[in-house]
């Protein structure tokens, strides 16, 4: 399975952005997509995560301004960022698990990332 992003950019204070993810090879099923994102020296941090319900969650630092939802028909992920402020920079990173239901087929897979850049 290969996933890729796509969506980051430059961006002002304010602005919105919307990154994308899209899983493609031997998918099946998609149990969990999940982003987090990366500051160049710093530990990757949890951003969002969407399960196969719908189910949601995300860091307390982006309630309210980031939404993440999925197409399941296109094996891909979204996630709508508003409100963009500095501390947002950083690479951007979809990773998304899945497996074959009722066999022991199973991927745990990272995508390249996509670099945000909020700045004045």
């Known amino acids: 399975v290969d996933v890729v992003e796509s969506g980051g950019g430059l961006v002002q204070p304010g602005d919105s952005l919307k990154l994308s993810c899209v899983a493609s090879?031997?998918?099946?099923?998609?149990?969990?997509m999940n982003w987090y994102r990366q500051v160049s020296g710093k530990e990757r941090e949890f951003v969002a995560s969407?399960?196969?319900?719908?189910?949601?969650s995300y860091a307390d630092s982006v309630k309210g301004r980031f939404t993440i939802s999925r197409d399941n028909t296109k094996h891909a992920g979204f996630l709508q960022m508003n409100a963009l402020n500095p501390h947002d920079t950083a690479v951007y990173y979809c990773?998304?698990?899945?497996?074959?239901?009722?066999?022991?087929?199973?991927?745990?897979?990272w995508g390249q990332g996509t670099q945000v850049t909020v700045s004045s």
């Open positions: 990773n998304v698990v899945g497996g074959k239901p009722d066999s022991l087929y199973e991927y745990d897979v």
């Open positions: 969407i399960n196969g319900f719908g189910g949601t």
């Open positions: 090879g031997p998918v099946f099923s998609i149990y969990n």
